[in-house]
Nanobody, 119 residues
């Protein structure tokens, strides 16, 4: 059974930092592209960052470039999102996603974790 379990969300002040974790099970983690998405109230879900299998390359949205870092530990089957210099507009539910490159039907989502940036 595939599971993606996010953790690390919460309330942080503007300028602060949080680290999200997503623990994966039930599939061959190392061959999947792992991504973080977010969805703010009234807005569409958007890609924040992704990292290819084996961690060789990353992609980060312009809105968070220079502030957020995605990484993965294949031995621990976990993907991380380090969020620094956070802004109120980073407030959203953050979702972990696993997708097998080149194949349809292998696309999994976590339940999401709330991140709120507010003073």
């Amino acid at each position: 059974q595939v599971q993606l379990v996010e953790s690390g969300g919460g309330l942080v002040q503007p300028g602060g930092s949080l680290r999200l974790s997503c623990a994966a099970s039930g599939f061959t983690f190392s061959i999947y592209t792992m991504s973080w998405y977010r969805q703010a109230p009234g807005k569409e879900r958007e890609l924040v960052a992704d990292i290819i299998n084996f961690g060789g390359s990353t992609n980060v949205a312009d809105s968070v470039k220079g502030r957020f870092i995605i990484s993965r530990d294949n031995a621990k089957r976990t993907v991380y999102l380090q969020m620094n210099s956070m802004k109120p507009e980073d407030t959203a539910v953050y979702f972990c996603n696993a997708k097998r490159p080149g194949l349809s039907g292998y696309n999994y989502w976590g339940q999401g974790t709330q991140v709120t940036v507010s003073s």
